[in-house]
């Protein structure tokens, strides 16, 4: 495909074998593809070398890594940078921003602002675990309710653009921690439903 499309330089990436070469089976792979190079790179590495290679930005180059991982399936090791990426650093930047640009005493002074709150965070947990009334497990159901990034976008973005009433954002924070609350304290019940599953369906044996 990137022949046909007239692409200058093909690269690929993949990351080093244990003895920090490269796996014959991509050598012979890039030598019949006719690319120009073969970086020894992987996971997020990888997508960061190729966004600065071609001057384009992170989430661009994450979003072709994410059509190929579509066709070909999810790399574990990927999978796992990525959440400790987002749970590790994106995770309390969002906290940092909250804590920053949102006023919790906004809930004192316009108490229909913590009815609100509230409300949103309730109604989220009652409409996800309607789920299970599709035989899935209510604490897996409940807890799909947990929210942070979008609550964060529409107060910030509803603030700055002066469509929020006061108060209005911090009761969305609040109904996103009470969807967090939840979560956290489902996770006894969820921890048995994952037990029940591995009963259930046991790992292969290599």
């Known amino acids: 495909p990137a022949e046909v499309a007239g692409v200058d330089q093909r690269i690929a990436v993949t990351p080093p074998s244990k003895d920090g ?5 991509m050598i012979l792979a890039a030598a019949e593809s ?14 960061a070398a190729l966004a600065q290679w071609r001057h384009v930005s992170i989430m ?8 190929a ?10 999978a796992k940078q990525v959440f400790a990426l987002t749970d590790g650093l994106f995770a309390p930047i969002f906290f940092v921003w909250l804590g920053a640009s949102l006023n919790l005493r906004d ?3 316009h108490p229909d602002a913590l009815a609100l709150g509230l409300a949103l965070g309730l109604s989220a947990l009652v409409v996800h675990g309607a789920m299970a ?15 942070m990034g979008v609550p964060v976008a529409a107060a910030t973005t509803g603030t700055h653009l002066g469509l929020l009433r006061p108060g209005e954002d911090t009761a ?26 591995d009963r259930v369906d046991p790992p292969p044996t290599p």
């Open 21 to 25: 070469g490269v796996h014959p089976a």
């Open 34 to 47: 006719g690319l120009d190079a073969l970086w020894l790179l992987g996971g997020a590495q990888a997508i």
């Open 60 to 67: 661009l180059a994450g979003f072709c890594v994410g059509l």
């Open 69 to 78: 991982v579509a066709g070909v399936g999810e790399p574990k090791r990927v």
């Open 107 to 109: 809930l004192a002074a």
């Open 133 to 147: 009334m599709t035989k899935q497990p209510w604490p897996v159901a409940v807890t799909t309710a947990a929210q």
């Open 172 to 197: 969305m924070l609040l109904g996103a921690l009470v969807t967090i609350v939840a979560t956290a304290a489902l996770s006894g019940p969820l921890a048995k439903v994952a037990q029940q599953d």
